[in-house]
Nanobody, 120 residues
Framework: QVQLVESGGGLVQAGGSLRLSCAASGRTFSWYPMGWFRQAPGKEREFVGS????????YYADSVKGRFAISRDNAKNTLYLHMNNLKPADTAVYYC?????????????WGQGTQVIVSS
């Protein structure tokens, strides 16, 4: 089991940027494809993007393609979500999780997430 802790959220104006982090502990982080998800108020959790475990391949939801980028630092057991040109529609709680079926099916339990609020 991999334990995950998200951080880096906050309040930002539309057009701004944020970088979210996901610190992993437990089983070897580098073995797993990882993904970011988000849940806006009153909506179901949705897939944002994912990164493979072995070649760095990434995959993104259409809503964030070209604005968000996922990276990982296996030496630090950390996953990142670089968010640029943020929009009010990006307001949500953001979560990371292990991907058990590429590109967007998850395996483990959810952490507490990190809140992102984008003001217009």
């Amino acid at each position: 089991q991999v334990q995950l802790v998200e951080s880096g959220g906050g309040l930002v104006q539309a057009g701004g940027s944020l970088r979210l982090s996901c610190a992993a502990s437990g089983r070897t982080f580098s073995w797993y494809p990882m993904g970011w998800f988000r849940q806006a108020p009153g909506k179901e959790r949705e897939f944002v993007g994912s990164i493979s475990d072995w070649n760095g391949e990434t995959y993104y939801a259409d809503s964030v393609k070209g604005r968000f980028a996922i990276s990982r630092d296996n030496a630090k057991n950390t996953l990142y979500l670089h968010m640029n040109n943020l929009k009010p529609a990006d307001t949500a709680v953001y979560y990371c999780n292990v991907i058990n079926k590429w590109p967007s099916a998850t395996a483990g339990s959810w952490g507490q997430g990190t809140q992102v609020i984008v003001s217009s």
